[in-house]
């Protein structure tokens, strides 16, 4: 099964790529109100979506500052 | 005297380590992460030191794959280490394994805190450090209020909590008195947050803190960069300094078992 894995900044945590791409953008002439990045993994694994999210919250996010989603692609 | 002093794939401060350990006296074997995951014994050493780089080339994030590695092998092994009151230490990159290893800012499964994106991204400078008032036995040869000139050279330095729980980690750090070096403005005055005194963003100007223990110690800034006189910027000026040796020699003292302000 392939999963996708996506983590995100939680709300409140500072984001300095996406904000020097939101200025980036705006210098372009671009109109855009907020820029935030993600990391995506692509995990092939025979394992269930459980064990999936298991690997977010021991290995892939800091769950501090991170938020993330398990999807199958 | 023995203090292990690890590397993995993309360390690269680990020459440095080893010579400002030796320099104080200890027996400083430089030995490969795989190795040290192999020989499971960490017991035969009185100090573990994690230098600076960018193991594994900080993929996932800086200093996670080291971390989550070294504790799923050795968890045990490093509680124990750490129960007995054995120093360690952790520099920039050695911070950042310290935290995702779940040492710094406690014991615990999962990190207490984050080493996030520098506010600006990668820097590469000299920075001045305040000393706190901590508990910290390493860093006991060091006054309360001495300020320190140490360089950083990290891209994910800012010291971060959950968003909403500042205030109270803050409390609780200050309260175990585990802040041991803040960024501050060449006086002793506090950056505030302001760069370039505070180069990275981090709460409350952290720039270095320790386990409520005070035996193992985390720190963004580079005490083996800034041992010798000669790696001073103005020392053809007359700069006489040695300001991060003598935290190698409080080092040296509190190793051996013991902790707190026992040097």
């Known amino acids: ?73 | 005297m023995k203090a292990l002093v690890m590397r993995a794939p993309g360390t690269n401060c680990d020459s440095e380590m080893v010579r400002a350990l030796k320099t104080v006296g200890f027996d400083a074997p430089l030995v490969h992460i795989n190795d040290v995951l192999r020989e499971k014994n960490l017991s035969r050493y009185d100090v573990l030191v994690f230098p600076g780089g960018f193991s594994y080339g900080d993929y996932i994030r800086s200093g996670a794959i080291w971390g989550k590695k070294f504790v799923a092998v050795l968890k045990d092994e490093l509680r124990d280490f750490v129960a007995a009151k054995k120093p360690i230490v952790g520099v920039c990159n050695g911070m950042q394994v310290l935290v995702e290893a779940g040492l710094i800012p406690r014991t615990a499964d999962y990190p207490e805190a984050a080493m996030a994106s520098n506010s600006l991204g990668y820097r590469c400078m000299w920075t001045w450090l305040r000393v706190e008032k901590n508990v910290c036995g390493i860093a006991g040869l060091y006054k309360k209020g001495e300020v320190l000139r140490v360089p950083i050279a990290h891209g994910e330095g800012r010291y971060t909590v959950a968003p909403g729980t500042e205030k109270k980690a803050l409390a609780e750090l200050e309260g175990n008195e585990q802040i041991v070096f803040r960024y501050c403005k060449p006086d002793g005055s506090p950056a505030g947050g302001e760069y370039p005194w505070n180069p990275n963003g981090s709460l409350s100007d952290i720039a270095g803190i320790c386990n409520p223990e005070g035996n193992v110690l985390a720190m963004m800034p580079h005490p083996e960069r800034a041992s010798f006189f000669w790696q001073f910027p103005d020392w053809t000026l007359g700069e006489k300094r040695e300001d991060g040796l003598r935290l190698f020699k409080g080092l040296a003292g509190s190793a051996g078992g013991k902790s707190g302000r026992s040097i």
Not at chain 1, 6 to 24: F, M, S, T
């Open chain 1, 1 to 73: 099964m392939l999963y996708r894995v996506e983590v995100r900044y939680k709300k409140g945590v500072l984001d300095p790529e996406g904000n020097a791409a939101l200025d980036a953008l705006r210098s372009l002439g671009f109109k855009a109100d907020a820029v935030a990045t993600a990391k995506v993994y692509l995990i092939e694994t025979p394992s269930s979506q459980k064990d999936v999210e298991e690997m977010c919250r021991k290995l892939l996010t800091n769950p501090i500052i991170h938020d993330y989603s398990v999807s199958k692609a």
